[in-house]
């Protein structure tokens, strides 16, 4: 365990969980007469007040339609969509606002570099790589687009732990490799990839790489310079933010040479039926009135965040990892799957011979929301010999109380498959 | 346990889920369907010896939660020797108990099948017991297209 982590154990650094709660009014309720235990963050987070109030702002006082009007309220919207792309911005530490397209989430932004970028690049028998984590949303738009060009979609496997076998990946990556598109942090094992790592070794062969970021945003603070990935996805909703509002971050360079997405209003600068010319970055790529009042909760969700700090939540989420470990490990007939040696606060089990399904109606009944199921990611539920699994994914506003509550509830489970 | 579990996880579901009656295909069957439940991931296959109008054998295969497998198994117990026509009348009352309680069905007249009598309480739930129901069904037809219950 990290010094931080034992820091926190011992209760020192920063984090009050207790008042922390009281932000999120979602949390203080009953299920079937149970105090609500929610465990699946990681298909979507909880939303703090500070969140869903700017977005009812928005819709009371502010709300019209962006770059466009010349009225007050136009003026109000469009500076507060565009406030909401800086907070991005610096969030993700890019160099400039143009580099931050809004798109309604993780899958968007992966759809969006394939169909533009990808398209443009990608010729028969070249290759795109990905890797055997994957959720469908980093699998199928690349299918997709290889289907299309006639082009070779490689997979780099992972070993038995979960964990990336970075020689392997190394040696998949070619001179046919246009892209690699691979998860900062699994959404299944819980896996953190070495992504900075991978991204050199990729860039040594002039691959550029795009980083399904949408599990590790809520975790940890993401820095695009530092990595130096060329592409960046993730979502609002899995960020404390609202639902339909994501966010694709590509280097400008990159961005400038792709054709646009989806045509429309905003993404121009000037039409006739001859010729139309594009709108600067990253309009170009936003066609269409936007989510504002979705930016604006994602922008509230990132202030929130940071005034928290990502160090007290990432020790208190390794405290409540290292703890929930423990206890599932003690489990009889508990199978840990994903056990990787970097890992984000997701812990896939199964539970003997118990279908995910039966232990998740079951903890349900308990007022206990996990997650069961293939996690969109079927390639790796065969890879590792499972047809599913249970997922209790943890968020900073969790507490080992939560953790006591998912063990009795899975001694109810042992109990009702003796 | 609360009741409502109790009435889910009954113990002849529990028992048909651990040791499936007629877990396979049986010799000279000449009907199959597939089934699955895309959101679970529930993959099942119903066989049948269909000799004029009655269902001589039956048998299934497949992976799914306790409540598929035990649906599944049930049903092949109750089908064996039954024919097309009283094998609809059954899929019809069995529908009827699985997604509105026990209604205007009755259950002593359902056998083990009232086992299954606890499902429409859980609605998430309610598709995992209809799978392999669904499936005799498309395999009775003859129709043998893919059945899915999304």
Redesign the interface.
Known sequence: MTALAQRSVAGAPGLDVEKVRKDFPILAQEI?GKPLVYLDSAATSQKPRAVIDAVVRYYLQDNANVHRGVHLLSERATKAYEDAREKVRQFINAAGAEEIVFVRGTTEAINLVAQTHGRARVRAGDEVLITEMEHHSDIVPWQLLCQEKDAVLRVAPIDDHGQLVLEELERMLGPRTRLLALAHVSNTLGTVNPVRRIVEIAHRQGVPVLLDGAQAAPHFPIDVRALDCDFYAFSGHKLFGPTGIGVLYGKSELLEEMPPWQGGGDMISSVTFEKTTWNKLPHKFEAGTPDIAGAIGLGAAIDYVSALGFAAVAAHEHDLLSYATEALRDLPGLRLIGTAKEKASVLSFVVGD?????VG??LD?EGIAIRT??HCT?PL?RRLGV??TARASLAFYNRREDVDALVAGLH?VQ???R | ??P??RD??QEVV?DHSRKPRNFRKPEGANRSAEGMNP???DEIKVHLKLAGDVIEEIGFEG?????SKASASLMTTALKSKTKAEAEALFQRVHSMLTSGQGNVRLEELGKLAALSGVWE?P??VK?ASLAWHTMRSALDGAGTRVSTE
């Open positions: 079937r118990v279908h995910p399904h039966d109606t079951i009944q199921g293939h079927q539920m047809p599913a109810k109990e009702i498959f | 346990m609360n409502e579990l889910l996880y529990i959101l679970c991931g992976a799914g939660c306790a409540i859980f998430a739930r995992c």
